[in-house]
């Protein structure tokens, strides 16, 4: 399987910020494209591109994760493209980290992502951490399924 490849970030760059406009308002979440190059690369391609406006969260487990990132708005669909999974070991599944979804294959991620809403730290090791919410984390932990995201760009 070949897997695309994506730039390291140059050195010295700061780590990129991403906001969601959402339904419920405005929250934003650092990237850790210096960390985990392949999957924020991934994701921040998939912004630029313009891949998440309009689409919804389609999964929310109380005290867990809200989940979304897919076309199909069910759970079951992509980006086309899959990455290799990339575990950071010092990047974990605390409360507001963003985390890329997958299927049993560990090289399955595409373009679904989650943001952890509880306790999470069960998948450290096993689902690759990309982000981190930085701003309007209240807002991210209102959203429910079915909560539209308007909007999703890097911050200039």
Do not use: C, W
Not at 88 to 99: E, I
């Amino acid at each position: 399987m070949n897997f695309k490849q994506f730039p390291y970030t140059k050195k010295g760059m700061a780590n990129p910020t991403v906001v969601f406009e959402t339904d419920k308002g405005k929250f934003s979440a650092v990237i850790f494209e210096k960390e985990a190059p392949i999957t924020s690369g991934n994701f921040l391609e998939l912004v630029k591109k313009g891949f998440y406006n309009g689409l919804t969260f389609h999964r929310y487990e109380p005290g867990f994760v809200v989940q979304g990132g897919d076309p199909k708005g069910d759970g079951t669909g992509g980006s086309g493209q899959k990455i290799p999974l990339e575990i950071v070991p010092n990047l974990k599944h605390d409360l507001g980290a963003l985390s890329m979804a997958r299927t049993n294959d560990p090289n399955s991620a595409t373009s679904q992502f989650f943001i952890v809403v509880g306790d999470a730290h069960f998948l450290d090791g096993k689902y690759a951490v990309f982000g981190q919410l930085s701003s309007g984390a209240d807002i991210a932990m209102q959203l429910r399924k079915g909560d539209k995201m308007k909007k999703v760009y890097t911050e200039e």
